[in-house]
């Protein structure tokens, strides 16, 4: 614990930094580093050499549980980022995936080579780049070189947290369950998430309850792990937008929600070839409690959000998609910026609006700021400025109607017309 502290010391004496803050306030990671490997101190030495079927573990277990996925990365994530999961853009991969592991041996072996070759060619990104993913084996027991035979694993889906305690908090979670893996090996059948690998597990909520769900398993397993060691990494994660408190007791909270960012098609430029890759999409997440579920509605831009119960009495959630701004090269380039955001809750047994709230993606005022925030106070200050009280209709309202789940039953898409 203090190696670690005495680096984020000295990085900070060097006027290194491990965190930024972008134009709008967001709080985000450096964007890279961190990338956590694992091995031993010589290959022979390397329990992942030693035991094949560890390696098997620790995919199955990230493949079941996304919040491990998604929780510690950076804000480049998705298929064509630089750590996809393994069940991300290709369908068929994980009945690929599912036929090497009845190849993988259990228990130790005297064959370094076996995990090198069984998931080679499984372990990389859509275009067969072996060290674009999240589970990189490159230099594990590579035959191409001396230099790839280092016993060595990365997990390329950790970027540098903003806190030393932070790091060492997810290096522990890494840790403890190799160990546990050593002594018990994960095997079960992977799961075909589909569309909800990203429609629920970029959600905050459904993030912690998965989350959750490790920790307990952890604690199941002899571990005293607690959950509120991680709490830091949820509100870095999914910040805090802002509240909407009613007087007959309605809660509405708003969160930032992860949007994959998609790599687009090569586009020729003056300085050649290149391909840009698109942000403009943001996601959020909006949580109500205290809605009774026949009578009141909330309402985005004027469209009903597809509200799911959590579980917990008079809870619902529900996601938000929507173009945040107009890039010169986006996805869907003739689609508008949705910015800003009304949120309206409506009493549908009374025809009225009940009170409503403004999300802003930029200064509500129209001011571009050109400088980045040059501390957290300032950077505070933008995004509180981007939420406002405000937005409440008047006069007699018709709830919007309400519009078929599709493939995305937790989140509305902005971008999509129902219906066309």
Request: proline share 7%; charged share 25%; hydrophobic share 35%.
């Amino acid at each position: 614990m203090r190696d670690i502290d005495i680096l984020y010391a000295e990085a900070r004496l060097a006027r290194l930094g491990t965190e930024k803050f972008m134009l709008d306030g967001r709080h985000t990671g450096t964007g890279g580093g961190n990338h956590v490997t694992l091995g031993g101190p010589t290959p022979a030495d390397s329990p992942l050499l030693r035991r094949p079927d560890l390696v098997q573990s620790l995919i199955t277990y990230w493949q079941h549980h996304p919040s491990l996925s998604y929780l510690f990365s950076g804000m480049f994530i998705g298929p064509t980022s630089q750590a996809p999961r393994v069940d991300e853009a290709r369908d068929d991969r994980l009945y690929e995936l599912a036929i090497a592991f009845q190849q993988m041996p259990q228990g130790q072996v005297a064959q370094p080579w076996i995990v090198d070759r069984v998931l080679r060619n499984l372990l990389t990104d859509v275009t067969g780049n072996t060290h674009r993913t999240e589970f990189c084996i490159d230099k594990l027991y590579s035959p191409d070189s001396a230099s790839g035979r280092q016993g060595l694993v990365e997990f390329r889906g950790f970027e540098m947290p903003p806190h030393a305690r932070m790091s060492l908090a997810q290096i522990a979670l890494l840790r403890t369950l190799v160990a546990r893996f050593w002594k018990e090996p994960y095997a079960r059948k992977p799961v075909r998430w589909g569309t909800e690998l990203h429609d629920r597990f970029l959600l905050p909520h459904f993030a912690r309850v998965d989350f959750e769900d490790v920790i307990c398993d952890l604690r199941r397993a002899g571990y005293p792990f607690e959950s509120a060691w991680f709490d830091p990494f949820f509100e870095f994660r999914f910040p805090h937008y802002g509240d909407l408190v009613l007087e007959n007791g309605i809660h509405m909270e708003l969160r930032a929600g992860i949007e994959p960012w998609h790599v687009l098609g090569e586009e020729v430029t003056a300085q050649g070839t290149s391909r840009f890759v698109d942000s403009s999409v943001e996601r959020m997440q909006v949580k109500v409690n205290g809605m009774v579920g026949d009578r009141h509605v909330l309402a985005c831009n004027g469209r009903r959000v597809p509200l799911r119960p959590t579980g917990r009495k008079a809870e619902f959630v529900a996601g938000i998609r929507f173009k945040a701004w107009n890039p010169p090269s986006g996805l869907h380039p003739t689609i508008p910026a949705h910015s800003p955001l009304v949120f309206e809750i409506v009493d549908t047994w009374n025809r009225a609006s009940l009170g409503g709230c403004t999300y802003y993606v930029a200064h509500p005022g129209g001011r571009s700021e050109s400088n980045f925030p040059v501390n957290s106070y300032e950077a505070e200050s933008r995004r509180i400025a981007r939420f406002r009280l405000m937005g409440h209709s008047s006069g007699i309202i018709d709830a919007p109607a309400e519009e078929p789940a599709g493939e995305h039953p937790y989140t509305l898409d902005l971008r999509y017309r129902a219906g066309c």
